[in-house]
């Protein structure tokens, strides 16, 4: 919400530009504003809501039963 107001644009032009789907649907000159007001407010992808949102994690997990064996 924050980075849409200072950018003056929707959430959702917001949503579509940080999360890299704005191509052919968000002009360049927008695109900008958005990133210059997310830059501006410190803004960071939260990776945990994404991981809530979109149900993937992108994490590989590995057991081993005895690290100290080669």
């Known amino acids: 919400m924050d980075v849409a107001r200072r950018a003056g644009v929707s959430q959702s032009t917001v949503s579509l530009v940080l999360s890299g789907k704005s191509a052919g649907r968000i002009s360049a000159r927008t695109e900008a504003v958005v990133r210059q007001a997310a830059d501006?407010?410190?803004?960071?992808l939260n990776v945990a809501a994404r991981t809530l949102?979109?149900?993937?994690?992108r994490t590989v997990a590995m057991v081993v039963t005895d690290v100290t064996h080669p």
């Open 53 to 57: 949102r979109t149900g993937l994690t």
């Open 40 to 44: 501006e407010l410190g803004y960071r």
